[in-house]
């Protein structure tokens, strides 16, 4: 088949669908829900309206999400369509945030190859999950969509890739992480000193999970060069160094559903590492919401805290949540200093009482005064755009959690 051709079948078999492409888990349930109504026990986050020193970023790209900035906090990734907000993200640009006229610029790779996300190593290379192409892959994946009624990408090849100045410099498959052929590899993220890279799998649920790569090897070095957080529903891990700690820890969220009604559920939590030796220790997971009773029982309680990012220099967690089954997305924030204070729900509008909705996917630089960076759309519009919160603003969220 001509690649023209097959060009043109993948258009007209993703222009309906209307979601990032990725596999989903086995028995996962969708944002819509198995059930149409809504659990009877759900958690309620104190609501905090926030108006001023909200900004929108002008960049191209359309259907925005997963925003992305390196550690100085002068490029964000975001990944997006350059069709229409109706076709799937499946490329990843990349603006300068110290230019404003810059609108961002497209990463090349192969035609046919999809971007499911990307981020930054500390040398500012990009680190991508990408699924390369496969000959027949684009069929296999349309059938599959009349089969189950679900876009599922089939027959591609899942790797992360590294990328610099627009030239693919390394490549890593399961096999690399010594994973079976056909695990799908998502989120990577880079540690800051660059010797550590963590990221999730969605496949069987034999492997399942979080893992970190060691980069570095050779016989002075201890240990295996894959280490496995455990099999647990844990996903979208990020590093982020508390106050005291002389390595990192991985934030993530933990990921199920209420037995009794099948609806999905999310917590956020985060797991100490330790580096001894050269070989890589788990602490015990800590969980900051989702923990118990007043925050919400996990597992009999509707709770959608999902994709968290930890900020150095307010000690605090930012992530997207959910008011109940049928609310709209948001953004909320605990605070590590006062961990038994209710977590915050934010609404945003600017100045100008323009409202924002369905915000999610947030994310921080290192530096200690990084505003946050999250995609939401303008309320009555389907159109998403970055946005931020400066962190004056974000810094004044101390006194809520001080009361």
């Known amino acids: 088949m001509k690649k023209t051709s097959v060009l043109v079948l993948g258009v007209l078999a993703f222009t309906a669908y209307p979601s990032t492409v990725r596999p989903a888990l086995a028995g996962e349930c969708t944002e819509l829900a198995k059930k149409s109504v809504a659990s009877e026990t759900k958690v309620r ?26 550690a100085e906090g002068t490029k964000v990734l975001v990944n997006g369509s350059q069709w229409s907000d109706k076709m799937p993200p499946t490329e990843l640009y990349m603006k300068d945030l110290t230019n404003p006229a810059d609108m961002g610029k497209r990463i090349k790779k192969p035609l046919l190859n999809i971007f499911v996300k ?3 190593a500390p040398n500012g290379d990009v680190i991508a ?10 069929i296999k994946t349309t059938w599959d969509f009349f089969q189950t009624g679900e876009w599922e990408p089939r027959g591609y090849h899942s790797v992360i890739s590294v990328y610099r100045d627009g030239e693919k410099l390394a490549t890593y498959d399961a096999a690399s992480f010594g994973l079976p052929k056909g695990t799908f590899l998502e989120h990577p993220r880079v540690s800051p000193d660059g010797k550590l890279m963590t990221f999730y799998t969605q496949s069987s649920k034999d492997v399942q999970g979080i893992y970190v790569y060691r980069f570095e090897s050779g016989t002075t070095i201890k240990g295996p060069q894959t280490y496995y957080m455990g099999n647990h529903l844990y ?3 990020t590093w982020g160094t508390r106050p005291g700690r002389k390595f990192p820890s991985i934030f993530f969220h933990e990921q199920g559903e209420i037995a009794e009604t099948g609806e999905e559920i999310a917590r956020i939590g ?3 590492i330790d580096v001894v030796n050269g070989e890589v220790r788990f602490g015990e997971p800590v969980f900051v919401t989702g923990k118990d009773a007043k925050f919400g029982q996990f597992g009999s309680t509707y709770i959608y805290d999902k994709h968290p990012a930890y900020h150095s220099g307010l000690n605090m967690v930012f992530f997207h949540s959910k008011d109940g089954l049928t609310g709209k997305k948001g953004i909320g924030v605990i605070s590590l200093d006062h961990p038994d204070h209710d977590p915050l729900f934010i609404k945003l509008s600017d100045e100008d009482e323009v ?5 999610q996917h947030v994310d921080v630089s290192d530096r200690p005064d990084s505003p ?27 006194k809520e959690f001080e009361n």
Not at 129 to 138: D, K, T, V, W
Not at 374 to 392: N, P, Q, S, Y
């Open 45 to 70: 986050y104190q609501q905090e309206k926030i108006k001023k020193g909200v900004d929108v970023i002008e960049m191209g790209g359309d259907a925005k999400e997963s925003p992305v900035v390196n």
């Open 118 to 120: 990307g981020s930054f």
């Open 129 to 138: 999950c990408e699924l390369e192409y496969r000959f027949g892959a684009i």
């Open 235 to 237: 996903k979208h891990p």
């Open 270 to 272: 985060y797991v100490d």
């Open 355 to 359: 409202k924002y909705t369905h915000a």
């Open 372 to 398: 946050l960076y999250f995609v939401a759309r303008v309320k009555g519009e389907k159109k998403a755009r970055l946005l931020t919160i400066d962190f004056d603003r974000l810094a004044k969220l101390r």
